[in-house]
């Protein structure tokens, strides 16, 4: 069964650093491109990054580029999100999402295969 874990969440002051994981359980995760998406309360999901399947491509949102960047260890099964200069705009429930094609893509409906979410937290 294909399956996917995020950890790395918690709460955090406003300024502060988090690194986000997304494991992959059931399959090779090296064929895959990953999104990291994330939903605020009373807000839809949002794609904030993603990585093509060789990890030579990635895209982010507006409003964290400079200050996210996402990486792939595919020895490892597991892909990144490095979150520095955290805002608390930036809380949210945080997923990532795996779809078996190649180019990175940032659009919910393009990802059959999510985690359950790890919470963030940015607050003083």
């Known amino acids: 069964q294909l399956q996917l874990v995020e950890s790395g969440g918690g709460l955090v002051q406003p300024g502060g650093s988090l690194r986000l994981s997304c494991t992959a359980a059931g399959f090779t995760l090296g064929a895959y491109s990953i999104g990291w998406f994330r939903q605020a309360p009373g807000k839809e999901r949002e794609g904030v990054s993603c990585i093509s399947s060789s990890g030579g491509t990635t895209n982010y949102a507006d409003s964290v580029k400079g200050r996210f960047t996402i990486s792939r260890d595919n020895a490892k099964n597991t892909v990144y999100l490095q979150m520095n200069s955290l805002k608390p705009e930036d809380t949210a429930v945080y997923y990532c999402?795996?779809?078996?094609?190649?180019?990175?893509?940032?659009?919910?409906?393009?990802?059959?295969?999510w985690g359950q979410g790890t919470q963030v937290t940015v607050s003083s």
């Open positions: 999402a795996a779809r078996p094609f190649t180019n990175c893509v940032m659009s919910t409906p393009a990802f059959p295969h």
